[in-house]
């Protein structure tokens, strides 16, 4: 395991502790200073520093050091992708991992003796994440995370991105409303995920073109490449499509038709149309409702046997189950929702969710 180490003035000799004990076990260590408890330094700076290591992939996790711990572990926690738990005795090393699945340790230097240090190291370097009930929650604060800094978000597939803008929980609460008529059900349908997609492409590649307005002419940007293609899985991915095509006219669209065997449970396709340049394209499957995650993994599947390479899942609410599915099955591929729900019902369906998505936008049952 690969460690990185930081640590103020104040954390200097205890930080110095850990290291020697780190060293003597085998571990790798990349040590960011500070290099004496003379000199005065700033506790963010050096937490910057071990957090970006950490959320970059270039260290396994990291460990911070300061007077109480807690200035470390607010500043580490400001980088997205970093989960910073401040410990202070053996239940809190063993919870922040088995629970919370921290990735960087805080530590007060002048709140621990040498023993307690090397106890809660111990511990905290050896316990796993436990999963399970705790994953649904850890997910929902990584999604969280993602939506508030997704203008800066890594290049890393296999994320989900739930969007929190006022706007889309506005309109997403009011398709929540078993109220709402199929006419307003339609129409917020179509305009959350105008709003979605108006997130998705702000990284869309560009390129420069000369533009003559009526004054002079001028250099601008046009969208580079094949750009998108949109495949809606039917029926209830329809309603998301003219949404999208509102921001984004040019787009291709296909088609996938997914049933669900009665005996088996497994989806079953029995309509495939996809644009014949797909694997040229971005390619954006559209799929209201991620419950199980078994129909939008198997239309992912669909589009990869015809050859797209580029594929995101957008739907408007998830499930956790419905996330670990696409997830396992298709690690590379981002989900981006307009919410992450609690789990599924005894009968598959999302909790709170907002019932069955094709019935309310179609007016059926």
Known sequence: MHIALGADHAGFELKETI???LLRNGYEILD????????????????????????????????LVCGSGIGMSISANKVPG????LVWDRETAILSRAHNNSNVLCLGGRKLDREETLEILELWLRTEFEGGRHLKRFEKIAARERALCISIEGDGPGETIIFHHPLIQHKVSMIRDKNTSVKEFRELVQEISGLMVYEITRRLPLEKIEVETPIAKTEAYTLAGKKLAIVPVLRAGLGMVDGILQLIPNAKVGHIGLYRDPQTLEPVEYY?????????REILVIDPMLATGGS?????????????RKISLVCLIAAPEGVRKVHSDHPEVNIYSA???????????????????????????
């Open 296 to 308: 939008a993994s198997a239309a992912i599947s669909l589009v990869k046997k015809k050859g797209a």
């Open 82 to 85: 970093v989960y910073a738990s």
């Open 19 to 21: 290291r020697e004990y």
């Open 339 to 365: 919410a992450l729900d609690d789990h599924l019902n005894d009968h598959a369906y999302i909790v709170p969710g907002l019932g069955d998505a094709g019935d309310r936008l179609f007016g059926t049952k």
């Open 32 to 63: 960011m200073g500070t290099d004496s408890a003379e000199e005065k330094t700033d506790y963010p700076d050096n937490a910057f520093l071990v957090a970006s290591e950490v959320a970059e992939g270039k260290v396994d996790r990291g460990i």
């Open 272 to 280: 495939c149309k996809l644009p014949g340049d797909i694997e040229e």
